[in-house]
């Protein structure tokens, strides 16, 4: 399956909202209704964190600013509240089929 | 507190093995699913290979090339990554995953990764 993210780059003004679109090239949607995608940040020289899961679901300890939604083949995370510590890569993941696949991540910088 | 610990990691010829290993700690690690994750340099992130909580079951592309393998010793909360062949291509930074368990689980939900173990393939 084939992860497509946009855009690939995202300025944002620190306390503005900020939106990232994942797009699957196959349905992540199970028939147990959950939506295999998770979303990932990884900040400068440290390791990915996972941020959501199932497509909604807030991991442990994320701040309630990031949400995602979507269904199917669109999905989309978004942050309410851009602040200076989200900067990094983000990286949406599907693990409806094997082999699990990343988009190419989109860097989101602080203008 | 879950940490996740890998070692292994080095410079080898092309054509070298090597074996990466990954202690676990902070959670019931036999109840899990794992996986590897890499990322070579400047790029972005690639799943390796997943196994199951009781090692029964192993995931890999359909196109991989069976260089690679994963293992578990659940009696050492270790997870495994045996490398062989190695190539340059293969040169990049390895992180173990920690999966999840249960009825829904899937190869996802990564909530605990380790700090890499960088493999460098050059002669």
């Known amino acids: 399956i084939v992860m497509t993210q946009s855009p690939l780059f995202l300025p944002v003004t620190p306390g503005e909202p900020a939106s990232i679109s994942c797009r699957s090239s196959q349905s992540l949607l199970h028939s147990n209704g959950y939506n295999y995608l998770d979303w990932y940040l990884q900040k400068p020289g440290q390791s990915p964190q996972l941020l959501i899961y199932l497509g909604s679901n807030r991991a442990s300890g994320v701040p309630d600013r990031f949400s995602g939604s979507g269904s199917g083949t669109d999905f989309t995370l978004k942050i309410s509240r851009v602040e200076a510590e989200d900067v990094g890569i983000y990286y949406c993941m599907q693990g409806r089929r094997t082999p699990p696949s990343f988009g190419q991540g989109t860097r989101l910088e602080i203008k | 507190e879950v940490q996740l610990l890998e070692s292994g990691g080095g410079l080898v010829q092309p054509g070298g093995s090597l074996r990466l290993s990954c202690v676990a700690s902070g959670f019931t690690f036999s109840s899990y699913a794992m996986s590897w994750v890499r990322q070579a340099p400047g790029t972005g992130l690639e799943w390796v290979l997943g196994i199951s909580a009781s090692g029964t079951y192993t995931y890999k592309a359909d196109s991989d090339s069976g260089r690679f393998a994963i293992s578990r010793d659940n009696s050492k909360n270790t997870l495994y990554l045996h490398m062989n062949s190695l190539r340059s291509e293969d040169t990049a930074v390895y992180y173990c995953?920690?999966?999840?368990?249960?009825?829904?689980?899937?190869?996802?939900?990564?909530?605990?990764w380790g700090q890499g173990a960088l493999v460098t393939v050059s002669s």
């Open positions: 995953a920690k999966g999840c368990s249960g009825v829904d689980c899937y190869l996802g939900n990564f909530d605990y």
